[in-house]
């Protein structure tokens, strides 16, 4: 039975508590049994409620995208915080760095000698450092066996270099998830391997997306920086990497217009953004209906193609979206209502999305 709380305005963004929960619990079990740590990618959830539920169940610390996301959490109590990304320092996000790691043991990212050299000129030893390599993503980072070469040119300016990351964003695309989990594997191992050959103990050796946590391919990884496997989305769902059993978060929204095969929902971009991969279906879909799709999105508006005439809502009716890449949807909404998805109608609390918007 779909639960549809007593809310008084939509589109709201709900959080179903036990399924969160359960999701967390999963991951950590599955990393505990393989000998890795977990060290979610709070940019997804963007949540202090929901961080200090992942550290409960045992994660090692936080994952962040940028500097302003490090500080929104640090300014909680959050201690051991890695900025995954190739940060270009200048003296303004260097004396940001420098004064985060006076309260934080501080990693930060980077994929070239330049980058390490204008990441030294700023900051000093205190702040961890992890090379990226590419493996097979293609976004950024450097190729696997150049790792050591970096590392070393980076060490020498007086940097602490303390291992390799990586993220297998390549495993997003249907059947894609055990090829991305393998090859992750294979390009970690040449780079810790590089490290070794140059001298380096590669101590931290980070890797895994959603996708990709749960599958238990042999590897020298050390740690695991999921993210949207708190919540799930719409993506997970097309690619089979969940159910819709494992979804905590969706947006209630309320059709404000039909015609024949169409519903128009009020939870247009501006709840549930516009991220819609060239394999994707749709901007999102229906919890409960699996052939309902949105195939429009304007800003307050969701066009969804709605088959089945028998369940197919009327005016004023509620329902519940699953968004297409739920980090994008959380960015936009100023917080969380928390429900009791065992009781249709409850609200057990409200959390607030402390890091908004952090994008410096």
């Not at 095969?261 to 549930?272: A, C, I, Q």
Request: proline share 4%; aromatic share 4%.
């Amino acid at each position: 039975m779909i639960a549809f709380p007593s809310v008084d305005a939509t589109p709201a963004l709900l959080v179903d508590r036990a399924v969160l929960d359960g999701n967390i619990a999963r991951m950590a079990a599955s990393a505990r049994e393989r000998g890795l740590e977990v060290r979610p990618h709070a940019k997804t959830h963007k949540c202090i409620e929901i961080a200090h539920l992942q550290l409960a169940a045992g994660a090692r610390g936080l994952s962040v995208a940028t500097v302003s996301e490090a500080e929104a959490f640090a300014q909680t109590g959050f201690d051991d915080i890695f900025i995954a990304y190739p940060l270009w320092v200048d003296a303004a996000r260097g004396a940001r760095l420098l004064a985060l790691s006076e309260t934080v043991r501080l990693t930060v990212g980077i994929d070239s000698v330049a980058g390490a050299r204008a990441l030294a000129e700023h900051c000093d030893a205190s702040i961890g450092v992890l090379v990226e390599i590419d493996s097979g993503h293609h976004r950024t980072g450097v190729a696997p066996e150049q790792a050591g070469a970096v590392a070393v040119r980076a060490r020498a300016a007086g940097l602490n270099v303390l291992g390799v990351f990586t993220f297998p964003g390549h495993s997003y695309g249907p059947g894609l998830p055990h090829v991305a989990a393998a090859e992750e594997a294979e390009a970690l191992t040449v780079a810790a391997a590089a490290l070794h050959d140059a001298g380096i103990d590669p101590v931290v050796i980070s890797g895994g997306s959603s996708p990709t946590a749960l599958i238990e391919t042999p590897t020298v990884s050390t740690e695991l920086r999921p993210g949207v496997y708190v919540f799930g989305d719409a993506q997970q769902l097309e690619i089979d990497a969940i159910t819709e059993a494992d979804l905590a978060l969706t947006a209630l929204a309320t059709v404000v217009s039909t015609r024949g095969e169409v519903v128009v929902l009020d939870s247009g971009s501006k709840t549930v953004g516009a991220d819609k991969a060239s394999w994707a279906t749709g901007y999102g879909r229906i919890l409960g209906e699996p052939d309902a799709r949105i195939t429009a999105l304007s800003e307050h508006h969701a066009t969804v193609h709605w088959p089945d005439a028998a369940t197919r809502p009327d005016l004023g009716q509620r329902v519940r979206v699953i968004p297409n890449h739920v980090c994008n949807a959380v960015n936009l909404a100023d917080e969380l209502i928390v429900i009791d998805g065992r009781h249709a109608d409850e609200v057990v609390d409200r959390w607030r999305v402390a890091a908004r918007g952090c994008t410096t």
